[in-house]
């Protein structure tokens, strides 16, 4: 009798730890428990820590309330100005209503999934490839609205980000916008090297304007131009001359026979030189129309009139043949 009753006692033991084995459960932290008892929900969730469940009768069902991140696999389509992309990108999102992301949507990882391909695809088709490439905010916001106006509500998840990873273009078109910044960079070079020369000429017409009035500063810049020009390593020196200085000599110098001595002789103060100068006898005027003298009217004898007389042209006479007279001349 003591054995029996020891015995079922020991079966009573084994049945416990068996039961309480079965109705313990320890929740994550980062998750929620959701208890079906029968096949009907018992709200609210269980939260995180150790929890007591009935055996057989309860089941429970965890859910991770961590924030996902997705990929979205590459989309190809065309855009509203009829060019061909293909964009991939990435989903945050996380679960909110851990009881609607458990009845309401079978798998709700696939669901999410497949609601970013297509709206990826809807939001590819509504927008042009320069807001794509420059307009990514935009663009992510719009994305974000479209997901998650069908997953908050019904399924209990909540979309926090979305982002597009990146934009393939074909190759055709990357070298359409290579020669298109190309030709917008020379533009902007053109323009900023006639800005620069048009400023440059504003000061060079104002320096010239200043040289006009001060004779004295267009040879002080001749005589700049001179000292930067010899100070380099060269064997010749080229030195301009002002045209005004060559009128200047030719108005000064006397050009026949009356014209007097030289006004640069009495600058010297020395009358020998001056005397000197006036036995020197005067230098003949330059060659030119007004130095060759006029012709006498008698030096020039008159020239006699021959008459010639009219030679009689020959008269040349044309033999006329007949077709008899070729026969006749044939053998």
């Known amino acids: 009798m003591i054995e029996a009753i020891v015995i079922v006692l020991a079966a009573l033991v084994v049945l416990g730890v068996i039961a309480a084995g079965l109705s313990v459960r320890v929740v994550q932290q980062f998750e929620q428990g959701i208890v079906f008892r029968f096949g009907k929900?018992?709200?609210?969730?269980?939260?995180?820590?150790?929890?007591?469940?009935?055996?057989v009768v309860d089941r429970m069902?965890?859910?991770?309330?961590?924030i996902i991140a997705m990929a979205v696999p590459a989309q190809e389509g065309i855009t509203r100005d009829n060019v061909t992309v293909r964009v991939d990108a990435v989903v945050y999102f996380r679960v909110v209503?851990?009881?609607?992301?458990?009845?309401?949507?079978?798998?709700?990882?696939?669901?999410?999934?497949?609601?970013?391909?297509?709206?990826?695809?809807?939001?590819?088709?509504?927008?042009?490839?320069d807001q794509l490439l420059a307009?990514?905010?935009?663009?992510?916001?719009?994305?974000?609205?479209?997901?998650d106006e069908p997953t908050e509500g019904p399924w209990g998840i909540r979309v926090e980000r979305v982002e597009i990873k990146d934009v393939s273009l074909p190759e055709s078109m990357k070298r359409s916008m290579s020669r298109q910044a190309e030709a917008e960079r020379e533009r902007r070079a053109r323009i900023i090297t006639a800005d620069g020369e048009y400023q440059a000429s504003k000061r060079l017409a104002a320096a010239a304007n200043v040289m006009a009035r001060d004779p004295a500063a267009l040879q002080l810049r001749l005589l700049q131009t001179v000292v930067e020009v010899a100070g380099e390593k060269n064997?010749?020196?080229?030195?301009?001359?002002p045209v005004e200085l060559l009128r200047f000599f030719e108005k000064m110098t006397p050009a026949g026979p009356d014209a007097g001595l030289s006004?640069?002789?009495?600058?010297?103060?020395?009358?020998g030189?001056?005397?000197?100068?006036?036995?020197?006898?005067?230098?003949?005027?330059a060659a030119g129309?007004?130095?060759?003298?006029?012709?006498?009217?008698?030096?020039?004898?008159?020239?006699?009139?021959?008459?010639i007389p009219p030679v009689p042209a020959p008269k040349i006479t044309v033999p006329h043949s007949t077709a008899d007279t070729k026969h006749a001349a044939r053998p």
């Open 235 to 241: 064997s010749t020196l080229v030195m301009p001359v």
């Open 273 to 285: 030189a001056a005397k000197a100068g006036a036995d020197v006898p005067a230098r003949p005027p």
């Open 263 to 271: 006004a640069s002789l009495a600058d010297f103060g020395d009358a």
């Open 97 to 129: 209503d851990p009881i609607k992301a458990v009845v309401n949507v079978q798998n709700y990882m696939f669901a999410v999934s497949q609601q970013a391909q297509t709206s990826l695809r809807s939001i590819i088709g509504q927008s042009e490839m």
């Open 41 to 55: 929900i018992q709200s609210p969730p269980r939260g995180a820590g150790l929890t007591m469940i009935r055996p």
């Open 135 to 147: 307009e990514r905010d935009s663009v992510n916001r719009e994305l974000r609205r479209i997901i």
């Open 61 to 66: 069902q965890k859910v991770n309330m961590q």
């Open 289 to 307: 129309p007004g130095a060759i003298p006029p012709a006498e009217p008698a030096a020039i004898p008159p020239v006699e009139t021959i008459s």
